[in-house]
């Protein structure tokens, strides 16, 4: 017996015994990511970086591209089976930042997933509010499972995510040119911030 695997995620989610927290039975090799480790309770702490008490065990999910509101970002989820048969993913992502993973929220429900490296798209709302915010993955055997509970093998990681702005950050530009020359070029967006599905162009030239 290995004990329970908890969340981290900061208060007010649902973390702790007390809270009726997430927690899976720890199965040899069964988790996402590399490792897994026994918790006694869930540990809350500010940046969801508690459970990591032996090395950093919470390494099963990278997000791939930036998660713009009323768009489509992507994540990757690297599965462990060992010798146990394939569980599902469930994901949430509190886009509202209100410090609670509604139903609404759930990116990711009963997913089946592969051995390795599984590359995910998931919806991102109009109305994500910008700024940190939580993630909630749970990987395991157990259907239509919610944030919190028992489950009975598989793992629990919480992430904190950055919700961004939409669209280029343009920076204003200067040059000086000789008068009456031409063909000069002006690398005018060397300098901005560009996002992936944002259109972008040059307003005006003065």
Same mark, same amino acid.
Request: charge should be negative; charged fraction near 20%.
């Given at each position: 017996?290995?004990?329970?695997?908890? =969340?981290?995620?900061?208060?007010?989610?649902? *973390?702790?015994?007390?809270?009726?927290?997430?927690?899976?039975?720890?199965?040899?090799?069964?988790?996402?990511?590399?490792?897994?480790?026994? !918790?006694?309770?869930? %540990?809350?702490?500010?940046?969801?970086?508690?459970?990591?008490?032996?090395? !950093?065990?919470?390494?099963?999910?990278?997000?791939?591209?930036?998660?713009?509101?009323?768009?489509?970002?992507?994540?990757?989820?690297?599965?462990?089976?060992?010798?146990?048969?394939?569980?599902?993913?469930?994901?949430?992502?509190?886009?509202?930042?209100?410090?609670?993973?509604?139903?609404?929220?759930?990116?990711?429900?009963?997913?089946?997933?592969?051995?390795?490296?599984? *590359?995910?798209?998931? &919806?991102?709302?109009?109305?994500?509010?910008?700024?940190?915010?939580?993630?909630?993955?749970?990987?395991?055997?157990? %259907?239509?499972?919610?944030?919190? =509970?028992?489950?009975?093998?598989?793992?629990?990681? !919480?992430? %904190?995510?950055?919700?961004? %702005?939409?669209?280029?950050?343009?920076?204003?530009?200067?040059?000086?040119?000789?008068?009456?020359?031409?063909?000069?070029?002006?690398?005018?967006?060397?300098? &901005?911030?560009?996002?992936?599905?944002?259109? *972008?162009?040059?307003?005006?030239?003065?």
């Amino acid at each position: 017996d290995q004990g329970f695997d908890f =969340g981290d995620a900061p208060a007010p989610y649902p *973390t702790t015994l007390a809270q009726n927290g997430a927690s899976h039975g720890i199965v040899p090799d069964f988790h996402m990511g590399n490792s897994v480790d026994g !918790d006694q309770n869930g %540990r809350a702490t500010p940046f969801a970086g508690g459970d990591d008490n032996i090395g !950093d065990d919470e390494d099963g999910v990278a997000l791939i591209t930036d998660i713009v509101p009323n768009s489509q970002a992507t994540v990757e989820i690297t599965i462990s089976n060992g010798q146990q048969s394939p569980g599902i993913l469930q994901g949430w992502i509190d886009f509202d930042s209100n410090g609670v993973w509604s139903s609404e929220e759930q990116i990711f429900k009963d997913l089946a997933v592969l051995e390795g490296v599984n *590359t995910l798209n998931f &919806d991102v709302p109009v109305h994500a509010v910008e700024g940190s915010t939580f993630a909630r993955f749970r990987y395991g055997y157990e %259907r239509g499972i919610s944030v919190t =509970g028992r489950t009975v093998a598989g793992e629990v990681e !919480d992430y %904190r995510f950055q919700i961004v %702005r939409g669209g280029p950050e343009a920076i204003h530009d200067s040059y000086t040119v000789r008068r009456n020359s031409v063909d000069n070029s002006l690398p005018v967006l060397l300098n &901005d911030q560009i996002r992936p599905n944002a259109e *972008t162009q040059i307003d005006s030239v003065t």
